[in-house]
T-cell receptor, first 113, second 115 residues
């Protein structure tokens, strides 16, 4: 089955700097890759997603890139702000009869003021 | 607010007991997913229901079971509870009505503490 690896597990950046989180997946048939942000005491919230027919997608300060050949995708956050501090999860959706998501292990991002 | 409602928010119980977690999906969503989040295991997929039928199974223990009712709400039943079952249990929902819209929306979770 699908396996998703995520790095780094923790990331500390200065406010205004960029943050990059990387994920690799194992199932070449996976075709959907969302990113979730989880704040303390809350459920994961979808922040951006990308499908396998697209190489890059951007939404304001957040962008995601996908390299299907290498089977990896990345989250880029520019001009980081303290409110970006949270745990970020990548996920992949295997192409089968379900729409379940397989999640990476999470990255705890700390943005220092 | 994602539109997915989970109750209760917190549950404290003893080993060997049985509990039921409840989830109401977003209006219009036909699929419900259950995930377990523990400190050392991350977000683990347990089970998915689509329009009342089991669609996919993940790392769900035999002591755990779930169902989705005709009004599309779902319940996760955990029995013979052990200390290691202490975790956050999330429910998520999606349209999953034959389209490629796989966007999952998560509830705020039920924190289960087994003492």
């Amino acid at each position: 089955g699908e396996n998703v690896e995520q790095h780094p597990s923790t990331l500390s950046v200065q406010e205004g700097d960029s943050a990059v989180i990387k994920c690799t997946y194992s199932d070449s048939a996976s075709n959907y890759f969302p990113w979730y942000k989880q704040e303390l005491g809350k459920g994961p919230q979808l922040i951006i997603d990308i499908r396998s027919n697209v190489g890059e997608k951007k939404d304001q300060r957040i962008a995601v890139t996908l390299n299907k050949t290498a089977k990896h995708f990345s989250l880029h956050i520019t001009e980081t702000q303290p409110e970006d501090s949270a745990v970020y999860f990548c996920a992949a959706s295997p192409r089968d009869s379900s729409y379940k998501l397989i999640f990476g292990s999470g990255t705890r991002l700390l943005v220092r003021p | 607010d994602s539109g997915v409602t989970q109750t209760p928010k917190h549950l404290i119980t003893a080993t060997g007991q049985r509990v039921t977690l409840r989830c109401s999906p977003r209006s219009g969503d036909l699929s419900v997913y259950w995930y377990q989040q523990s400190l050392d295991q991350g977000l683990q997929f347990l089970i998915q229901y689509y329009n009342g039928e089991e669609r996919a199974k993940g790392n769900i223990l035999e002591r755990f079971s779930a169902q989705q009712f005709p009004d599309l709400h779902s319940e996760l039943n955990l029995s013979s509870l052990e200390l290691g079952d202490s975790a956050l249990y999330f429910c998520a929902s999606s349209v999953a009505a034959g389209s490629t819209n796989e966007k999952l929306f998560f509830g705020s979770g039920t924190q289960l503490s087994v003492l």
